[in-house]
T-cell receptor, first 112, second 114 residues
Framework: GESVGLHLPTLSVQEGDNSIINCAYS??????FIWYKQESGKGPQFIIDIRSNMDKRQGQRVTVLLNKTVKHLSLQIAATQPGDSAVYFC???????????FGSGTQLTVLP | ETGVTQSPTHLIKTRGQQVTLRCSSQ?????VSWYQQALGQGPQFIFQYYREEENGRGNFPPRFSGLQFPNYSSELNVNALELDDSALYLC?????????????FGPGTRLTVL
């Protein structure tokens, strides 16, 4: 099975509310995780990353939380805006080539 | 924009044909990775090129091959196309391999195999 996954397939939130997108991973040796946003017709766009020596990292309106005990990470988007509507992927960066292993993604829809 | 470009944007081929996809990496990046993204799925790693040599490979058959040129641009070649090869092909460039450097993705090439 996938080493990164357990996304909900879709998530709908009201504009202005906070969004939380969850992801689980199975490889306890994973040490670097990235969240990507993919809009229709575009390639994935880097949002935020976190290394395994951290539990939390904050960016502009986004926060990533990493729980190594249960092998879970989440992406929190504050004050969700219509432009946040996209598919969100968590990815594990590992392997001999430091390749990315993606989950199947969560479609975030922001309702007016 | 990430500075990573791919061509062509769209491509239609028939089963058994061969296809070449191209990627220009961001200036200063010497590592290019290729990913296949089937509809409704996350991207899957095909292989990576670093300084003109294959640096790692995912679970793809040998009919998927690649090249990297001295200017670090790259090609993905797929022989004997199958219907299941229909997907968005993404390339991503980064400054160095084996590090925590960000991978910047291009917009992808949409391949349809009929």
């Amino acid at each position: 099975g996938e080493s990164v996954g357990l996304h909900l397939p879709t998530l709908s939130v009201q504009e202005g509310d906070n969004s939380i997108i969850n992801c689980a991973y199975s490889n306890s040796a994973s040490d670097y995780f990235i969240w990507y946003k993919q809009e229709s017709g575009k390639g994935p766009q880097f949002i935020i990353d976190i290394r395994s020596n951290m539990d939390k990292r904050q960016g502009q309106r986004v926060t990533v939380l990493l729980n190594k005990t249960v092998k879970h990470l989440s992406l929190q988007i504050a004050a969700t805006q219509p432009g946040d509507s996209a598919v969100y992927f968590c990815a594990e960066n590992s392997g001999s080539a430091r390749q990315l292993t993606f989950g199947s993604g969560t479609q975030l829809t922001v309702l007016p | 924009e990430t500075g990573v470009t791919q061509s062509p944007t769209h491509l239609i081929k028939t089963r058994g044909q061969q296809v070449t996809l191209r990627c220009s990496s961001q200036s200063g990046h010497n590592t290019v990775s290729w990913y296949q993204q089937a509809l409704g799925q996350g991207p899957q790693f095909i292989f990576q090129y670093y300084r003109e040599e294959e640096n790692g490979r995912g679970n793809f058959p040998p009919r998927f091959s690649g090249l990297q040129f001295p200017n670090y641009s790259s090609e993905l070649n797929v022989n004997a196309l199958e219907l299941d090869d229909s997907a968005l092909y993404l390339c991503a460039s980064s400054k160095e391999r084996l590090s925590y450097n960000e991978q910047f993705f291009g917009p992808g090439t949409r391949l349809t195999v009929l």
